[in-house]
């Protein structure tokens, strides 16, 4: 058996303040690359909300939205306690970015296709008293041609 030992000598001093990544590009290269991908799926999904009679094939997106929105606006909510410089800009930009996306995508999941005429229709009812009481309720409205 061959046992080696090597000797290291080095001398320590203070540190010069100098590193590669520091914790405002750890979060703002997120920041950008969530950016990227939330603004580009909200423009697909208002395109997509404004024209109601193509086909919406993939529906899918809007969740994958949902997800990577969830993601940018939980980045912003833990990065509201940031100290250094000019943090609360990326903060709030990635709240709203992210929340944006988030809501649009919900609107789009939640939209069906085109709506046909229908003879019965449920609606919601909300009315103050003049007591200041309020009164909620459900109509049922029924046409007969």
Do not use: C
């Not at 090597?6 to 203070?14: E, K």
């Not at 094939?57 to 997800?67: D, L, M, Q, S």
């Not at 970015?97 to 709506?115: C, E, N, Q």
């Amino acid at each position: 058996m061959l046992l080696s030992s090597l000797n290291s000598f080095g001398q320590i001093g203070p540190s010069s303040g100098l590193s590669i990544v520091d914790d405002q590009s750890l979060y703002l290269i997120p920041t950008t690359i969530l950016s990227a991908i939330n603004l580009t799926t909200t423009a697909i999904t208002i395109h997509r909300l404004n024209n109601p009679d193509k086909q919406d094939k993939y529906r899918t997106n809007a969740i994958f939205a949902i997800i990577s929105g969830s993601l940018q606006t939980a980045i912003g909510i833990g990065n509201i306690s940031a100290n250094y410089k000019n943090a609360f800009i990326p903060t709030t930009l990635n709240i709203g970015i992210g929340a944006s996306t988030i809501v649009t995508s919900i609107l789009r999941l939640a939209r069906k296709k085109k709506t046909k005429d229908t003879l019965e229709s449920f609606n919601f009812l909300y009315s103050l008293t003049v007591d200041n009481y309020s009164i909620v309720g459900i109509r049922l409205v029924k046409k007969f041609n």
